[in-house]
């Protein structure tokens, strides 16, 4: 089993859905949880950061983290065909020595006008 | 705040070439930078961690001989693909951590693609 699962999609929506993007991971030692963001043929982008179980809201975009379940998930309201991209999480267990990330596979999401 | 650029952008070269590339904060000092490779509809791809004035930490399977690392300033790593071979071709990433800053957010360059003919 890979430590980190995701969907890699595609997944295709039409302008102003609700777009719900998840990982699954089996290390339990994970505490921060981060979703990044990569147009084709660019570099990711950092989006949401949390740390720890609970949500955190970033103007159209909802993190989730269910540490009991391992799961975490990215909601993004009223989607645009900006938003068309891979969505990648990420997960580590610290934010001192422990700081390597491991990443999920990414989900192409396309929003269609 | 928080850029990092990534030099050149495409690169297509012949076989048995070397190729460099270049990673740089602009706008912030790097205590860390990590290179990453990626393939096609595949997650990202630790190679090696870049610490600045030491040697890199190079993750298993990982040629630390094939893919050379420099972390000379704390705005500047390279990475140097020798002898270069077709299947060495793929998307290179950098990314960096800010000094001072939490040490588990990365800041990622655009990507380098190589093409190796």
């Known amino acids: 089993q890979k430590e980190v699962e995701q969907d890699p999609g595609p997944l295709s929506v039409p302008e102003g859905a609700i777009v719900s993007l998840n990982c699954t991971y089996s290390n339990s030692a994970f505490q921060y949880f981060m979703w990044y963001r990569q147009y084709s043929r660019k570099g990711p982008e950092l989006l949401m950061y949390t740390y720890s179980s609970g949500n955190k809201e970033d103007g159209r975009f909802t993190a989730q983290v269910d540490k009991s379940s391992k799961y975490i998930s990215l909601f993004i309201r009223d989607s645009q065909p900006s938003d068309s991209a891979t969505y990648l999480c990420?997960?580590?267990?610290?934010?001192?020595?422990?700081?390597?990330?491991?990443f999920g596979k990414g989900t192409l999401l396309t929003v269609n006008p | 705040g928080a850029v990092v650029s990534q030099h050149p952008s495409r690169v297509i070269c012949k076989s048995g070439t070397s190729v460099k590339i270049e990673c740089r904060s602009l706008d912030f000092q790097a205590t860390t930078m990590f290179w990453y490779r990626q393939f096609p509809k595949q997650s990202l791809m630790l190679m090696a961690t870049?610490?600045?004035?030491?040697?890199?930490?190079?993750e298993q399977g990982v040629e630390k001989d094939k893919f050379l690392i420099n972390h000379a300033s704390l705005t500047l790593s390279t990475l140097t693909v020798t002898s270069a071979h077709p299947e060495d071709s793929s998307f290179y990433i950098c990314s960096a951590v800010r000094q001072g800053g939490a040490k588990n957010i990365q800041y990622f360059g655009a990507g380098t693609r190589l093409s190796v003919l």
């Open positions: 990420a997960m580590s267990p610290g934010a001192g020595s422990n700081y390597k990330l491991t």
């Open positions: 870049s610490n600045e004035g030491s040697k890199a930490t190079y």
